[in-house]
């Protein structure tokens, strides 16, 4: 009786070392590429975010103007003509006399936060002239994300909210960690014709990967009673 045997060739070490080094690189660029990817989309999705923050900043700014605007009506109600674009009047007689008015410059947005403060309406909006508005200014240029205690000091109803930079310690805000000085804001007059109407541009500004960026959103503010 003959026994056959199935002539099996031996494998070549260096074939199987071959084969064992491609398959880890195609593994690894895989890998990479799909790292990679998603990289990009959680990067995409960050800058999206901050964007469309800085969006609401600009239109937030729009509306806390045009409030202004609507508080001088009501304030200064004796003579809405002459006063619907004071800045800070205290009565009628300093519109009438044209100081204390919005003029065609820059300004930067701030709010009363200190509940202490008995002279001025808490949270009221004001526009302070901004003489510089580059990046290395403070005054009120950058804007922090805090946390905004509206149960007065109960911690039941916490409230995020960007806020312009720096509130004292006497507030019921506290900074949310790592968002100090995240934005900086600024609003630009032109085209004021003090009988109708004038031109609002905000302009925001952020910074990625230390790249600034910037939007500008621009309204016309006009004298509409």
Same mark, same amino acid.
């Given at each position: 009786?003959?026994?056959?045997?199935?002539?099996?060739?031996?494998?070549?070490?260096?074939?199987?070392?071959?084969?064992?080094?491609?398959?880890?690189?195609?593994?690894?660029?895989?890998?990479? *590429?799909?790292?990679?990817?998603?990289?990009?989309?959680?990067?995409?999705?960050?800058?999206?975010?901050?964007?469309?923050?800085?969006?609401?900043?600009?239109?937030?700014?729009?509306?806390?103007?045009?409030?202004?605007?609507?508080?001088?009506?009501?304030?200064?109600?004796?003579?809405?003509?002459?006063?619907?674009?004071?800045?800070?009047?205290?009565?009628? %007689?300093?519109?009438?006399?044209?100081?204390?008015?919005? *003029?065609?410059?820059?300004?930067?947005?701030?709010?009363?936060?200190?509940?202490?403060?008995?002279?001025?309406?808490?949270?009221?909006?004001?526009?302070?002239?901004?003489?510089?508005?580059?990046?290395?200014?403070?005054?009120?240029?950058?804007?922090?994300?805090?946390?905004?205690?509206?149960?007065?000091?109960?911690?039941?109803?916490?409230?995020?909210?960007?806020?312009? %930079?720096?509130?004292?310690?006497?507030?019921?805000?506290?900074?949310?960690?790592?968002?100090?000085?995240?934005?900086?804001?600024?609003?630009?007059? %032109?085209?004021?014709?003090?009988?109708?109407?004038?031109?609002?541009?905000?302009?925001?500004?952020?910074?990625?990967?230390?790249?600034?960026?910037?939007?500008?959103?621009?309204?016309?503010? %006009?004298?509409?009673?």
């Amino acid at each position: 009786m003959k026994f056959f045997t199935k002539f099996r060739p031996r494998a070549n070490p260096a074939e199987s070392l071959i084969e064992t080094v491609s398959a880890i690189t195609v593994i690894a660029i895989v890998t990479v *590429s799909a790292m990679m990817m998603i990289r990009t989309s959680l990067l995409g999705n960050e800058v999206i975010g901050e964007k469309v923050i800085a969006i609401n900043l600009a239109a937030e700014a729009v509306e806390a103007v045009k409030n202004i605007r609507d508080t001088n009506y009501l304030r200064l109600a004796a003579d809405p003509d002459a006063c619907w674009y004071a800045l800070d009047a205290a009565d009628v %007689s300093e519109c009438e006399a044209g100081a204390e008015m919005i *003029s065609e410059t820059n300004y930067y947005l701030e709010r009363n936060t200190n509940p202490m403060d008995t002279d001025n309406v808490f949270f009221e909006w004001n526009m302070v002239e901004a003489l510089d508005v580059s990046r290395a200014a403070r005054a009120d240029a950058y804007l922090t994300l805090y946390e905004y205690d509206a149960s007065g000091g109960a911690g039941s109803n916490i409230v995020e909210i960007y806020m312009q %930079s720096g509130i004292p310690a006497i507030s019921s805000f506290t900074e949310v960690e790592g968002t100090v000085d995240s934005f900086q804001r600024y609003l630009t007059v %032109s085209n004021l014709d003090t009988s109708s109407s004038f031109d609002l541009t905000v302009t925001v500004n952020w910074m990625v990967d230390d790249v600034e960026k910037s939007l500008s959103l621009t309204r016309t503010i %006009s004298h509409v009673y």
